[in-house]
């Protein structure tokens, strides 16, 4: 499936209201993990309350250690403090980079807003270098504009 294929998908997990928020999340995980072939891990962290972290939420891949990062820290980490889309060719030449696996190579991460605060965001690592163009990440801020109405 293209990305104009998984908008309708999109649209119809985000809304139905028989499902919680969780599953709704975790469903939308697993359908991009599924269709698009680069989607290696898939997920979503929120701020932790009032503090100044996130916290792991669905997701799908290989498990992680990183269930709590500071802000700051990592790519999810400066994408809470900048409010901006952080694309990632090559991880291994990023400084601030937390690796979650050998096999990670690239990585991608959108915020998510709800009424205009940076309440979260999600967050894919792939096995293929540099693979993310500007399709994704218009796709994945149409994803997070859904996810933001679920949550708000």
Same mark, same amino acid.
């Given at each position: 499936?293209?990305?104009?294929? =998984?908008?309708?998908?999109? +649209?119809?997990?985000?809304?139905?209201?028989?499902? +919680?928020?969780?599953?709704?999340?975790?469903?939308? %995980?697993? =359908?991009?993990?599924?269709?698009?072939? &680069?989607?290696?891990?898939?997920?979503? &962290?929120?701020?932790?309350?009032?503090?100044?972290?996130?916290? =792991?939420?669905? &997701?799908?891949?290989?498990? +992680?250690?990183?269930?709590?990062? /500071?802000?700051?820290?990592?790519? %999810?980490?400066?994408?809470?403090?900048?409010?901006?889309?952080?694309?990632?060719?090559?991880?291994?030449?990023?400084?601030? &980079?937390?690796? %979650?696996?050998?096999?990670?190579?690239?990585?991608?991460?959108?915020?998510? *807003?709800?009424?205009? @605060?940076?309440?979260?965001?999600?967050?894919?690592?792939?096995?293929?270098?540099? /693979? *993310?163009?500007?399709?994704? @990440?218009? *796709? =994945?801020? *149409?994803?997070?504009?859904?996810?933001?109405?679920?949550?708000?």
């Amino acid at each position: 499936m293209n990305f104009e294929q =998984l908008k309708p998908e999109i +649209t119809q997990i985000t809304s139905n209201d028989n499902k +919680t928020v969780n599953e709704r999340l975790l469903a939308i %995980c697993q =359908l991009l993990e599924k269709h698009i072939d &680069y989607y290696n891990w898939v997920g979503f &962290y929120f701020r932790n309350g009032d503090k100044e972290e996130l916290k =792991l939420g669905p &997701y799908v891949g290989a498990p +992680t250690d990183h269930t709590i990062i /500071p802000f700051g820290k990592g790519i %999810c980490g400066q994408v809470a403090v900048s409010n901006q889309n952080f694309v990632v060719p090559d991880v291994s030449a990023q400084d601030n &980079y937390i690796a %979650c696996s050998i096999t990670v190579k690239a990585e991608i991460v959108i915020p998510i *807003f709800v009424n205009g @605060e940076n309440i979260g965001q999600i967050d894919i690592d792939s096995n293929t270098p540099d /693979p *993310f163009t500007e399709a994704d @990440e218009r *796709f =994945l801020e *149409f994803v997070t504009e859904k996810v933001s109405e679920v949550l708000s």
